[in-house]
């Protein structure tokens, strides 16, 4: 398999700087599982039906990744996902805290409608 | 167009700081073994309670394992993991300066020590047509799948570097001689019906 692209999109860049600015090793969390979640699509799984302990399926197709497995007493925190099949397109919409979840998953729910057209 | 990444590490490459993406470049690096130990649970299948129960650890163990960097990782562990998963592990081990080109090479040599065992058994089992008969295919298929390989990767090279390959393809003495198979004629070689059987 393979061949499947990163793309930031909507408030990605300015909440990854914010979060490299005050939550690092949140971040680097973030995106290990990351990582391991595209690892596994790259090995052809598919992106909407794999079940992981740090990835939370959301409504419109996104998913939620967590912090978990990144060490002990980090604040709860999601990396927004959409995943586009067809493309092969894993859309990285946003990141947040637990508190945050709300308002950016209203946020993320109209970059997914934008981005299916 | 927006910009788009092949790699997690190349995308925090290009939106972080200096000392963040080293930081992360090492982890990823680090954590390349349990990475692979994570997609080969999800290939097979298995949650890691049910690791934990094939090894006899608690889940914690697991997912601990499947995060950790190579440098906290205990070998048993490693391998009870893999035995778990009905799994084996090779270790290669190399100098420090060891190339794309040195990798390849191993490789070829490797592949031709395996070939030589299945052409000794297609050999010791010469009336049995199914286990012959799937090495002489199987033989076809690498033979067609190493030129694939070749070409696909030929035509990136750029163009004066591709002339330059394909002059030595024709001038370069190859390190086996394929001629010097008994009973194939290179002729046979240069109009495939080495596939075609």
Known sequence: MGGWELEPSGSFDSRYKRFEKNHRRELKALLANLQRYLALIEDGQSPQFIKLGFL???????????????????????????????????????????AEQHRDMVECRAWARQLRG | MPKRFERVSELVNALSG??????????????????????????????????????????????KLEHAEIQDMRMKDVLDYLKALGLSMSMQIHEQNFTATDAIKYHALEINRHLEILAAIAKDE??????????????????????HFFTQNLVKLPQPLRALAAAGLQSGEPTVQVSAVPGLEEEEIASNKLVEA
């Open chain 2, 18 to 63: 200096k000392k963040f993406a080293q930081d992360f470049d090492e982890h990823s690096r680090r954590t390349q073994l349990s990475r692979t130990l994570f997609v080969w649970r999800n290939r097979k299948d298995l949650t890691q309670t049910e690791v934990a129960g094939r090894v006899g650890c608690k889940q914690a163990k697991i997912s």
């Open chain 1, 56 to 98: 939370h399926r959301e409504s419109d197709g996104i998913k939620a990744i967590d912090q978990k497995g990144g060490g002990p007493g980090l604040m709860e925190s999601r990396l927004y996902v959409y995943p586009d099949r067809e493309n092969q397109v894993l859309h990285l919409l946003c990141i947040g805290n637990k």
């Open chain 2, 126 to 147: 010469d009336e049995n047509d199914e286990i012959s008969g799937g090495i002489a295919d199987f033989f076809g298929e690498y033979f067609q799948n190493s030129i």
